[in-house]
């Protein structure tokens, strides 16, 4: 199995550009002009944000989709960054692990909102003046939104890479950086694509909150499709809101044929398979750069050099199994020393640390709040796990069997995938007033009819990595399955629901983390003077947000990240450990 090429050589004389190269080069000039004109507006004085306010003219949608996606994609890059780094360290050491996954479920639980307040201090001071500090606190708060589910994803697929091939790279005496980036790193690759989708598209439910920056009595609001549908929301211009769904779309039409469906393309020559697939996605603009002669020539020099970097047997620990880089010198230390000492010393490292913030927070909570409101608090948050539960099953049965239909059909994938990702991407608060109006119309339960809301959003997760982990499945398996006459039950039970577990486990996690998130602006809507609330921690917070009650605010998310804390660890982890156990390819 070949996962690179670092044999690229390109002569001179087919460097001559060909039609191909015709086609190709508009494309390219236009896309570095728009990375240039989005560029410079970013760097431009923080006082022609508000000499030139936003307008809801939809000839300036254009404009705003391009700042709008130029956030997401750079928040897209340090989610990428943050995987490779962060997973790879929880993946590859137990004993960083035991921290980094716990902290992980933490980061996914606490309020994309929260993190704007805590940031948009530090990043104006960072760049006083300039429209960049505030670009760079809404890109965080994107990045917040997109990052988990990915990490998640690349740390699920580190711990289940096949037996077989990792003995493979050891016998080769392969290196830590040259085993993360020969057969971990493109092992992962399906699975991370799909995730990334899944990320893209729900930042744009976050886009909105993120373009407007508050500081103090001062709002920035930033030019984007998010701050465009805001000012629209606001107005209750529905002509508006309509024209900012639509540049959504084309935006979402856009990047699928630019970005990721030639990254699905790339990414499928890394399944894990001894047989050819018989269905291969495709891409039209991989397609054509692949029959270019010039840009090929361009970045063949790029090419070479990559290769030769991925193979550089850099001295981080020689074969042992470590992660790429630095991160392995620091796994690969925890894990060379004794054992029983590390682990005493590293277990009272965790608990003193844990001691102390819990002491931190209390302190804090118990300032504005009695042990009667923490009874309470836990009663709600008892509440809003049980509406989690029942709406993470009703997704799964829904959309397990969907995911698989979908991606064993790579023809299917390719027509199912743009609008997979709109309607992942279209912002689930739209919706709230229907909801508002339906319940108050038909005189319903808000404690049942509002739940659906929690999950509008977050119900992607399942289904883009059941895609995923169907697109990976060996086609030789199926072919066995297939010669063997295994069908019917029999075929979901040990053929394909044991393939897609793992990939499965990684979407209900973030789906789950993403509900309770979710639970703070869907337990408690409303559509003008009408407003509903149903019992649950997420009205809590709300509420307590509504107040400025610090100490319920926080109270209320410490509770939420323990109850997210205790249900990934009691459900969720076995569930990996599962997969990694009895699931793995072997």
């Known amino acids: 199995m070949v996962w690179i090429n670092t044999n690229v050589s390109v002569k001179a004389a087919d460097a001559a550009p060909n039609r191909w190269d015709v086609v190709a080069l508009p494309l390219v000039i236009g896309l570095l002009a728009l990375l240039a004109i989005g560029g410079h507006?970013?760097?431009?004085?923080?006082?022609?944000?508000?000499?030139?306010?936003v307008t809801?003219?939809?000839?300036?949608?254009?404009?705003?989709?391009?700042?709008?996606?130029?956030?997401?994609?750079?928040?897209?890059?340090?989610s990428l960054l943050f995987t490779f780094t962060y997973a790879t360290l929880a993946a590859k050491s137990r004993r960083a692990g035991m921290l980094l996954i716990p902290v992980l479920d933490v980061l996914q639980s606490v309020p994309v909102l929260g993190y704007i307040s805590f940031t948009v201090v530090f990043f104006l001071g960072l760049f006083p003046g300039s429209v960049l500090g505030a670009e760079c606190a809404a890109i965080f708060a994107i990045f917040t939104s997109q990052a988990w589910n990915m990490a998640f994803s690349f740390y699920q697929s580190l711990r289940t890479v096949p037996r077989d091939l990792d003995e493979a790279a050891t016998g080769f005496g392969f290196s830590g950086w040259q085993r993360f980036w020969t057969l971990e790193a493109p092992y992962a690759a399906p699975g991370l694509v799909w995730n990334m989708m899944m990320s893209m598209s729900g930042g744009w439910f976050f886009v909105v909150a993120s373009e407007a920056i508050t500081v103090g009595d001062h709002t920035i609001t930033l030019p984007g499709i998010g701050s465009y549908l805001a000012k629209a929301i606001d107005g209750q211009r529905l002509d508006a809101v309509g024209w900012a769904v639509l540049a959504m779309l084309l935006v979402i039409l856009a990047y699928d044929q630019l970005l990721f469906r030639p990254l699905v393309a790339w990414a499928d020559k890394f399944r894990v398979e001894l047989t050819g697939a018989q269905e291969v996605p495709e891409s039209w603009l991989l397609t054509l750069f692949q029959r270019t002669r010039f840009f090929r020539a361009v970045f063949a020099p790029f090419d070479r050099m990559l290769g030769r970097l991925v193979w550089l047997r850099l001295p981080v620990g020689g074969a042992s199994r470590g992660a790429a880089g630095g991160l392995q010198a620091v796994g690969g230390l925890l894990d060379r020393v004794p054992a029983r000492a590390v682990d005493m010393v590293w277990y009272l490292l965790l608990a003193v640390a844990g001691l102390w913030a819990g002491w931190s927070m209390i302190a804090f909570v118990s300032s504005g709040v009695d042990w009667g409101d923490v009874g309470t608090v836990l009663l709600l948050g008892g509440a809003t796990l049980l509406r989690v539960i029942v709406l993470i099953a009703v997704a799964t049965l829904v959309w397990v069997p969907l995911g698989v239909l979908?991606?064993?059909?790579?023809?299917?994938?390719?027509?199912?995938?743009?609008?997979?990702?709109?309607?992942?991407?279209?912002?689930?608060?739209?919706?709230?007033?229907?909801?508002?109006?339906?319940?108050?119309?038909?005189?319903?339960?808000?404690?049942?009819?509002?739940?659906?809301?929690?999950?509008?959003?977050?119900?992607?997760?399942?289904?883009?990595?059941?895609?995923?982990?169907?697109?990976?499945?060996?086609?030789?398996?199926?072919?066995?399955?297939?010669?063997?006459?295994?069908?019917?039950?029999?075929?979901?039970?040990?053929?394909?629901?044991?393939?897609?577990?793992?990939?499965?486990?990684?979407?209900?996690?973030?789906?789950?983390?993403?509900?309770?998130?979710?639970?703070?602006?869907?337990?408690?809507?409303?559509?003008?003077?009408?407003?509903?609330?149903?019992?649950?921690?997420?009205?809590?917070?709300?509420?307590?947000?509504?107040?400025?009650?610090?100490?319920?605010?926080?109270?209320?998310?410490?509770?939420?990240?323990?109850?997210?804390?205790?249900?990934?660890?009691?459900?969720?982890?076995?569930?990996?450990?599962?997969?990694?156990?009895?699931?793995?390819?072997?």
């Open 406 to 586: 979908i991606g064993l059909r790579p023809r299917l994938a390719e027509k199912v995938q743009p609008a997979a990702q709109f309607l992942a991407a279209f912002p689930a608060n739209l919706l709230f007033p229907v909801a508002v109006v339906a319940i108050v119309r038909f005189d319903l339960n808000p404690d049942v009819w509002l739940s659906p809301l929690m999950i509008l959003g977050t119900q992607w997760y399942i289904l883009f990595n059941v895609i995923a982990g169907a697109t990976a499945f060996p086609g030789d398996l199926k072919e066995a399955a297939a010669n063997f006459r295994i069908r019917g039950w029999q075929w979901w039970r040990d053929v394909m629901l044991p393939g897609v577990f793992p990939y499965y486990v990684t979407g209900a996690v973030t789906a789950s983390g993403g509900s309770w998130n979710a639970s703070i602006v869907a337990e408690a809507v409303n559509w003008g003077d009408t407003r509903l609330t149903a019992h649950g921690l997420g009205s809590y917070i709300a509420q307590a947000t509504e107040a400025g009650d610090y100490p319920r605010i926080v109270l209320g998310i410490a509770v939420m990240s323990l109850f997210v804390i205790l249900f990934n660890r009691l459900l969720w982890r076995p569930l990996y450990a599962f997969a990694e156990r009895r699931l793995r390819l072997a």
């Open 56 to 78: 809801l003219d939809p000839w300036m949608l254009p404009e705003y989709a391009l700042r709008s996606t130029l956030r997401m994609l750079a928040a897209m890059a340090a």
């Open 41 to 53: 507006q970013m760097a431009l004085p923080l006082t022609s944000v508000e000499e030139v306010p």
